[in-house]
């Protein structure tokens, strides 16, 4: 089935740093992928939508100036958490669906372990 | 708003017993889909099954079946004889307007003993 990777898997920063997370369908294009957010114990919780070639339309509640995502390519989009705070410290999940005639079933990728000290 | 409800914060059952794990939800889309998707310790998203909002016909993939219910917004999933490996969360995840945007219940955390 299809692929879909990010990078890093872990990553620790310091308070105030930015830090990239990238997301890579592997063997298929993405006109769109999602960015997810995970606290501990909850739910995924949609963060924003990433649009190939166009700006990203962020969730209710979602800073999109904190949380900048670039979506260059079919195969790639980024998320970038800026001034990292202690409060950002979550699992982040991508996805990006196989899109078909039928409903595009959606690839998540390993997820990202942001902790920030 | 698009909302689901995953009744069960967590369940524990005993090797080879049969679980259901509930889901309802609220939407105001006339056609979408239904998804089930399993989160092991590791933290990657399993995917289990789809179901189509115009598709009422119940089956059986396996260990897993499913209920679906669209008069009553309910999206049930069955794993017959669980196994230790079954151990996990499980989040129901109906599309929200485009089809390809997903909202996720709050998970069950299934947890099946030896």
């Known amino acids: 089935g299809a692929v879909v990777s990010q990078h890093p898997s872990r990553v620790i920063c310091k308070s105030g740093t930015s830090v990239k997370i990238e997301c890579r369908s592997l063997d298929f294009q993405a006109t769109t992928m999602f960015w997810y957010r995970q606290f501990p114990k909850q739910s995924l919780m949609l963060m924003a939508t990433?649009?190939?070639?166009?700006?990203?339309?962020?969730e209710q509640g979602v800073e999109k100036d904190k949380f900048l995502i670039n979506h260059a390519s079919l195969t790639l989009s980024t998320l970038t958490v800026t001034s990292a705070h202690p409060e950002d410290s979550s699992f982040y999940i991508c996805?990006?669906?196989?899109?078909?005639?039928?409903?595009?079933?959606?690839?998540f990728g390993p997820g990202t372990r942001l902790t920030v000290l | 708003a698009q909302k689901v409800t995953q009744a069960q914060t967590e369940i524990s059952v005993v090797e080879k017993e049969d679980v259901t794990l509930d889901c309802v939800y609220e939407?105001?889309?006339?056609?979408?889909?239904l998804f089930w998707y399993k989160q092991p310790p590791s933290g990657e998203l399993v995917f289990l099954i789809r179901?189509?909002?115009?598709?009422?016909q119940n089956e059986i993939s396996g260990r897993y079946s499913w209920n679906f219910q669209k008069s009553t917004s309910s999206f049930n999933f069955t794993i017959t004889a669980s196994q230790v490996v079954d151990s996990a969360v499980y989040f129901c995840a109906p599309s929200s307007g485009g089809y390809n945007k997903l909202i996720f219940g709050a998970g069950t955390r299934l947890a099946v003993h030896p």
């Open positions: 990433s649009n190939e070639g166009s700006k990203a339309t962020y």
């Open positions: 996805s990006a669906p196989y899109e078909d005639r039928d409903f595009g079933e959606q690839f």
């Open positions: 179901r189509n909002s115009f598709d009422e």
């Open positions: 939407t105001r889309d006339t056609t979408y889909y």
